[in-house]
């Protein structure tokens, strides 16, 4: 059974930083990519960082663009999302997320983890 599981929210001031981990397990063969998503009170849930696990080539949304940053360890097989410069706006729920390959949309998704960034 494939299990996401998060860790590294909490709450941080405008301008701290915070690094989210990912750790799959329960599948012994790659994804095709890996996800960071995040869903604010009362917003649609929106991509922030993705990887094509293979080749490492990275998506960032618009917003996050020189302030995030999306790694994968293989050997553990993490993702990790690196938040800088964080800002109010930043603030959600989190989510890591896998796509399978020959898959249209991400299948897996972990549970989620709270990042606050206060004022």
């Known amino acids: 059974q494939v299990q996401l599981v998060e860790s590294g929210g909490g709450l941080v001031q405008a301008g701290g930083s915070l690094r989210l981990s990912c750790a799959a397990s329960g599948r012994t063969f790659g994804w095709y990519a890996m996800g960071w998503f995040r869903q604010a009170p009362g917003k649609e849930r929106e991509v922030v960082a993705s990887?094509?696990?293979?080749?490492?080539?990275?998506y960032y949304e618009d917003s996050v663009k020189g302030r995030f940053t999306i790694s994968r360890d293989s050997a553990k097989n993490t993702v990790s999302l690196q938040m800088n410069s964080l800002k109010p706006e930043d603030t959600a729920v989190y989510y890591c997320?896998?796509?399978?390959?020959?898959?249209?949309?991400?299948?897996?998704w972990g549970q989620g983890t709270q990042v606050t960034v206060s004022r």
């Open positions: 997320a896998a796509k399978s390959f020959y898959q249209n949309d991400y299948d897996y």
């Open positions: 990887i094509i696990w293979s080749v490492g080539s990275t």
